[in-house]
């Protein structure tokens, strides 16, 4: 088998464990309100840095400013008239992103 | 997540569609740069086996770089690290037995999941399996697409596809994944981080030291919750 393959099968089998091993193993005991609190704010550290490393750095590890980060000002453009307007958000970031990389 | 309010599996493929669209772009673009290294099969049944965005794109470059399988897994396993505790958040929200609530788990994505919270530590689970519905053949189906027509494609950045998710993720952040002050504040320290990690260690192991921002939540507050 080759790497691709062993890559494949091995990233699915880990991640259903990964993904299900909280639900398995704590079921559905009624949690502590401190556990409750600190889930409040899981969401919006997890998201903030999916959109930080997602846009500010590359393959390499290198903190970058690029055409990512010129999308993202135009979703947040796009945000800012209107917070319900993902779709036209994502497709303001994208064509952003292409253009700025068109014209460097 | 407010998007019209709604609850369960209906209202997840409804909210799901603009990400759904995100997807397709995203999972062709995966195809396109997937195909040389490993083949026109391998790509598609990753995105039908594995469906975790970061971690195929993160164990496609080292692929790509000439690293072997064991580099390759070692970085999908630390980009899907994140799951974990996202899994456990979702714990109490789940039903039935160990198995079934193991599966109910297994369409967990970092979206669904964000739009799938409803405060207290609650999660509407079948909303968050509707937002995967819509994703989940168009993240396969693009993935194929690209695969075949990568050719006529060329090089996906160009078309600035990986400006799509930050942009997403930006519009659950400003939704309501933020409310109260300490929302913005737990963004902040999260993103923070995440880029301080980053030079220094693996990708995805800044994503997941990140959710120790949420640990602000044990910090004694004045008159905001």
Known sequence: MTAAWVTVFALCATLAVTKGIGPVALGDRELPITF???IDLLAPAILAALIAVGTFTNADGDLVIDARAAGLAAAAAV??????????AVGAAAVTAALVRAIA | MEFGGGHGLRAGMRDGAPLAAASLLLGTSFGVLAEPVMGTVAPVVMSAIVFAGSAQFGSLAVLA?????GAAIAAGVLLNMRYMPMGISIAASTRGGWLRRGLAAQPLIDAGWAMSYRGDGRYDIRYMWGVTAVNYPMWVSGTALGVLAGD???DPDRL???ALFPAFFLGLLVGDATEGRRGWVAALLGATLALTLTPMTPPGVPIM???LAALIALVPNGDDT
């Open chain 1, 36 to 38: 409750t609190k600190i």
């Open chain 1, 79 to 88: 945000y800012a008239v209107s917070r319900k307007s993902i779709l036209l």
């Open chain 2, 65 to 69: 770089a000439g690293g072997g399988a």
């Open chain 2, 152 to 154: 006529t494609i060329g």
């Open chain 2, 160 to 162: 600035g596809l990986d």
């Open chain 2, 209 to 211: 030291t990140a959710c």
